[in-house]
């Protein structure tokens, strides 16, 4: 067997051309969708991913901006420019790039940034409504690996489902939004004993535990779905995933490359959520905590 190839890049595609039609009827009513990206310090890697995400906003017609800070900065600054943010009306997404310094209370940050901005869902509001299925905006990367699933129209209610990696922003959330749609999840680290013992039981196999070369073909279920959302930087610049892509290839049905695959598509559900930020703001859409259950 040879594995389907799941295309982020053509799917997120897909999704923006949609998007652009939607900014349209956004600004029939004078709204553009507004994001403010805030990045601290100097990490590369994040000013890269910064640089993306501002690209991707333009392409669709959503404004944005980046607000750049030192690493020195101190949490009571960070806190008071979100205060301001928060409430800015042409303001409808707020994007704490992360990782921040050490020194920064990223808690507190976090849990400052208005719950109907928190477009990357970080908030303790919208990770605890992702346990009880009233979150108002979804992490980006396990929200683009259920529209990759859907796009593909890969079954999930009552499918084996193996997430190796438990982060709270790609992993535990991942695990959560899989459940809801009724598979039954095994949350596994890179670390877990037997790792192959729980691997090969999966249908769907989510991989987010940031180690090269982890899933080997062995590991797999013949047929089984293998969404890679891994990106390491390797000596040479490229990036690969936590798959052995070509081994594991040769027996799963389908198979997300990296790059390709899962990245475009956590910028791509930033920019759904902050359109579904303005929509709801200008009531196109209901707010879901204003809604009875
Ligand atoms: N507050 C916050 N929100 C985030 O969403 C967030 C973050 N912090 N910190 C870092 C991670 C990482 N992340 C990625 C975004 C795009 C690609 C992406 O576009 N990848 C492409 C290109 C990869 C490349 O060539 O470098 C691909 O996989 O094809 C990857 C990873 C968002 N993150």
Redesign the pocket.
């Known amino acids: 067997m040879t594995a389907r190839l799941i295309d982020?890049?053509m799917l997120s595609h897909r999704l923006r051309a949609n998007m652009a039609r939607r900014i349209a009827v956004l600004a029939e009513t004078g709204v553009t969708p507004g994001l403010a990206v805030l990045l601290v310090g100097e990490d590369p890697?994040?000013a890269?991913?910064v640089g993306?995400?501002i690209k991707a906003c333009a392409s669709v017609g959503i404004r944005s901006h980046t607000e750049r800070y030192p690493a020195t900065i101190t949490t009571e600054a960070l806190l008071a420019r979100i205060t301001e943010l928060n409430a800015a009306e042409h303001i409808h997404g707020i994007?704490?790039?992360?990782?921040l310094p050490a020194h920064v209370d990223m808690a507190r940050v976090l849990e400052t940034i208005a719950v109907a901005k928190d477009v990357?869902g970080?908030h303790l509001y919208n990770v605890g409504g992702l346990v009880t299925g009233h979150t108002v905006f979804s992490?980006?990367?396990p929200y683009g690996v259920m529209k990759l699933l859907e796009s593909e129209a890969i079954p999930i209610a009552g499918q084996n489902v193996v997430v190796v990696g438990a982060s709270n922003?790609v992993g535990k959330p991942m695990a959560l939004m899989l459940m809801a749609a009724g598979a039954t999840v095994s949350i596994c680290h890179a670390g877990t004993r037997d790792l192959a013992q729980y691997t090969i039981m999966a249908d769907i196999l989510v991989v987010a535990a940031g180690v090269p070369g982890l899933i080997l073909p062995q590991m797999v279920k013949r047929g089984a779905v293998v969404i890679d959302v891994g990106?390491n930087?390797l000596a040479d610049g490229?990036?690969t995933g936590d798959v052995d892509f070509a081994g594991v290839s040769a027996r799963a049905s389908a198979i997300t490359?990296?790059?390709?695959?899962?990245?475009?598509m956590?910028?791509t559900m930033?920019l759904e959520n902050t359109i579904m930020s303005a929509e709801r703001r200008h009531g196109l859409i209901p707010d879901p905590r204003c809604i009875a259950a």
């Open positions: 982020g890049r890697a994040s890269v991913y993306r995400k994007l704490l790039q992360l990782p990357d970080f992490p980006c990367t922003i990106i930087r490229r990036i490359p990296v790059p390709g695959g899962v990245g475009p956590t910028v930033l």
